[in-house]
C-alpha cells in the first residue's frame, strides 16, 4: 500500500540553524505531496505541497522539491526559529482519488535559543 | 469561527462507558474526515464520510466504533465501551464539496479521550 516515511525524531536544533528532515514515499500511482505542520495543542496546518516531479513547494521559508527518481520530499528552512517548533508531518495523496491524505509518523523538532 | 469545530477539546471516560466526539465541517465543505493519533504515533485515517454517506471505513476498527455524518448536524464519532488502548487525540477534518483531490485537509484542533 501507499506508505509515507520520515526520519524519526526529536531533532533539537539552535536558533538559526538549517533544518533538513527525510521524508520518502512508496505509492502505487503518482501522488502528490505535502507537508503538514501541527503547533503544541492545535490540529494540523498544510505547510506546502507539491503536485509534480521537480516541482518546488515553499512557505513561510521552508521548501520542498519533489524527486521522483528518489521518491523523496525532504523539507528544508536555511535559519530556523524558536516558533518553528512544532511536529512536521509529510504526507500524499494520490492523483484521482478523492482527499484520502496518508501521513507520515510525524517528526517533532525543538528549536532552542 | 469559520473553521472545523471540534466538541469536546477533552473527554475523560471510565472503562465500559461510551464517547461521542462531534465535529462541524467548515462552512461549504461537505466532506469530512477522521483521523486518530495514538500517543507517540501519526495520524492514522479512520473513515471518509459525505453527508448522510460513508464512503471509506477501512480505517475503523471493525467493533465499538462508528461514524455518521446526518444531513443536518455535525458528524458523530462514537466509540462503544471504551477501553484504555483508545485514549488518543480524535482530528476531524474536511475539505470543499468539489476539491478535486488538492489534498488539502482543514483540520480541527482536535477532540483528545483519555479513558482511566
Known amino acids: 500500500g501507499d506508505s509515507v516515511t520520515q526520519m524519526e525524531g526529536p531533532v533539537t536544533l539552535s536558533e538559526e540553524a538549517f533544518l533538513t528532515i527525510n521524508c520518502t514515499y512508496t505509492?502505487?500511482?503518482?501522488?502528490?505531496l505535502f507537508w503538514y505542520v501541527q503547533y503544541p495543542g492545535e490540529g494540523l496546518q498544510l505547510l506546502l505541497k507539491?503536485?509534480?516531479?521537480?516541482d518546488k513547494g515553499s512557505n513561510k521559508g521552508f521548501e520542498a522539491t519533489y524527486r521522483k527518481e528518489t521518491t523523496s520530499f525532504h523539507l528544508e528552512k536555511g535559519s530556523v526559529q524558536v516558533s518553528d517548533s512544532a511536529v512536521y508531518f509529510c504526507?500524499?495523496?494520490?492523483?484521482?482519488?478523492?482527499?484520502?491524505?496518508?501521513f507520515g509518523t510525524g517528526t517533532k523538532l525543538q528549536v532552542i535559543p | 469561527n469559520a473553521g472545523v469545530m471540534q466538541n469536546p477539546r477533552h473527554l475523560v471516560r471510565r472503562r465500559g462507558q461510551e464517547a461521542r466526539l462531534r465535529c462541524s465541517p467548515m462552512?461549504?465543505?461537505?466532506?469530512v474526515y477522521w483521523y486518530r493519533q495514538l500517543p507517540e504515533e501519526g495520524l492514522k485515517f479512520m473513515v471518509y464520510?459525505?453527508?448522510?454517506?460513508?464512503?471509506?471505513e477501512s480505517g475503523m476498527p471493525k467493533e465499538r466504533f462508528s461514524a455518521e455524518f446526518p444531513k443536518e448536524g455535525p458528524s458523530i464519532l462514537r466509540i462503544q465501551q471504551v477501553v484504555r488502548g483508545d485514549s488518543a487525540a480524535y482530528f476531524c477534518?474536511?475539505?470543499?464539496?468539489?476539491?478535486?483531490?488538492?489534498?488539502?485537509?482543514?483540520f480541527g484542533e482536535g477532540s483528545r479521550l483519555t479513558v482511566l
Open positions: 477534518a474536511s475539505s470543499p464539496t468539489f476539491a478535486k483531490n488538492t489534498g488539502e485537509l482543514f
Open positions: 505509492a502505487t500511482g503518482y501522488p502528490s
Open positions: 507539491a503536485t509534480k516531479a521537480d
Open positions: 504526507a500524499l495523496i494520490l492523483t484521482g482519488g478523492y482527499q484520502k491524505v496518508t
Open positions: 462552512k461549504g465543505h461537505s466532506h
Open positions: 464520510l459525505q453527508k448522510e454517506n460513508i464512503i471509506d
